[in-house]
């Protein structure tokens, strides 16, 4: 298209040309493909060899690309215990020993790298959760909850994305339940105003958005399968654990202790070792496809 237009304008090729040889490698670079239009000219020589100079470390310094790295993240901790089940057991355990299988799994199959925000019983702010991830530099941000609701008959698994407008007024009451975990830290501002909600939200890039809505929905194709969902089991709050501008994050909500039979199957380890196993699963089809793949890169 550009080299079309320079044919037929041969002034303003000239122009260029002069330009990108007396200006140098930063804005031959920058120029990018439309270089092609000045290889015919007088700065061929001298900007094939700044381009060639620019490109050459990349190529003959790349090493093989290192294992995508997936950032877990048992909810609570320490303090903070989560919700606690209608017998008695507390969300920090379950989530915890969920993630354990979970990193098991994914490092059997040798294609990741995990990091864990926590892998003993302690409390970590919301926000140095996320900055966890990022000193990983991790690819993939899964933070793991089993919260309550307060309607005790609702059960089943649900997954969570970033937004300022919650999905539905459950996952808005989710999200503030979440968010206020640091309280346990001492007090502090919260994110539960619109407006605080609307700038996290505005914080996540287009590309983290669809890599964290195609990881949402990898899970929960992978869970329907064999574990139950809520109704409608994507959604979206503003969530101050997903709020990471470039790592795309989801929150498995992996049942509900409010529900006594959620509650009973979470305290077995072999049906955290299904959900592991369905997450896993999510995860592989997650790095299999376009979206995934361009964030190895990242
Ligand atoms: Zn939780």
Known sequence: MDADHSERAPAGRGRRAVLLATLGAGLAARAGDAGAAVHRTAAHSAVAHARH????PAIVGR?????PLVMLDPGHGGKDPGAIGVSGTYEKHIAEAAAAELQRQLLASGAYRVAMTRTDD???????RVEIAHAHSASLFISMHADALT???????????LSGQASDAQSAALARTENSADRFGGPQVHANSPEVAAILSSLVSEETRRGAAHMASSVVDAFRPRIGLLSHPARHAAFVVLKSADIPSVLVEMGFMSNRMDEAA???????????????????RYFASAGGV????G
């Open 151 to 161: 309607d005790r008959s609702v059960r089943g698994a649900s997954v969570y994305t």
């Open 294 to 297: 361009t964030r190895l890169t």
């Open 63 to 67: 090493a093989a690309a290192p294992l």
């Open 266 to 284: 979470l305290r077995q380890a072999g049906h955290r070792m299904m959900v592991a196993g369905a997450m896993k699963q999510a995860v592989d």
């Open 122 to 128: 302690r409390f970590i702010p919301l926000e140095g």
């Open 53 to 56: 100079s620019l490109r050459a």
